[in-house]
């Protein structure tokens, strides 16, 4: 089975530009979360969407955005975007989002705003 | 909110000899915690987790790690290093849900 998908694996933006970002799920897996990974930091929490309803939102500006379609995937948006979103952009999905899960990584979105 | 401290940013080790990884978190209330490895341009990949079930949690390739209430800690270890094992080590606490709260990473260096 295909682990999780991400894409595009690395993209050019210039600042004040808007990104859309691409995460498809293990099959069966109704849970994705996204995570912003700044060089030489720990990833950091975005956001949680199980079933198409957002379950979690970490501290980011309102520029980021996301959603969840019927069959998983996901999309994360950042509009006007800043040098500092430059960054490692990871996706995670779990069966139904429980706190005992196991989270499954993507090997991430590498963006660079110039 | 919970929070995780990783002491060193790089540890350098010898092929053959213990590897520790340092983790120390707070959290109000039984923790969920995770150690995970990345490689280069790669994802994370979960090496082991500490779910309340066995205070001595074993994980992928030959590391473990031990959680001890009283000092907050989760130190990630391993007996004998292999070249193999040189990358980035996350330790992370859960939140709720898929939310991780990750500490800022070890660089593992193994010296031949």
């Known amino acids: 089975d295909a682990g999780v998908t991400q894409s595009p694996t690395h993209l050019i933006k210039t600042r004040g530009q808007h990104v859309t970002l691409r995460c498809s799920p293990i099959?069966?897996?109704?849970?994705v979360s996204w995570y912003q990974q700044v060089l030489g930091q720990g990833p950091q929490f975005i956001f949680q969407?199980?079933?198409?309803?957002?379950?979690g939102r970490g501290n980011f500006p309102d520029r980021f955005s996301a959603r969840q379609f019927p069959n998983y995937s996901s999309e994360l948006n950042v509009n006007a975007l800043l040098l500092g979103d430059s960054a490692l952009y990871l996706c995670?999905?779990?069966?139904?989002?429980?706190?005992?899960?196991?989270?499954?990584f993507g090997s991430g979105t590498q963006l660079s705003v110039l | 909110a919970q929070s995780v401290t990783q002491l060193g940013s790089h540890v350098s080790v010898s092929e053959g000899a213990l590897v520790l990884l340092r983790c120390n978190y707070s959290s109000s209330v039984p923790p969920y915690l995770f150690w995970y490895v990345q490689y280069p341009n790669q994802g994370l990949q979960l090496l082991l987790k500490y779910t309340s079930a066995a205070t001595l949690v074993k994980g992928i390739n030959g590391f473990e790690a031990e959680f001890k209430k009283s000092e907050t800690s989760f130190h990630l270890t391993k007996p004998s290093a292999h070249m193999s094992d040189a990358a980035e080590y996350f330790c992370a606490v859960r939140e709720y849900g898929n939310k991780l709260v990750f500490g800022a990473g070890t660089i593992l260096r193994v010296k031949s």
């Open positions: 099959s069966g897996h109704k849970s």
């Open positions: 969407y199980y079933e198409k309803e957002e379950r």
């Open positions: 995670a999905s779990s069966l139904e989002g429980g706190s005992n899960e196991k989270l499954f």
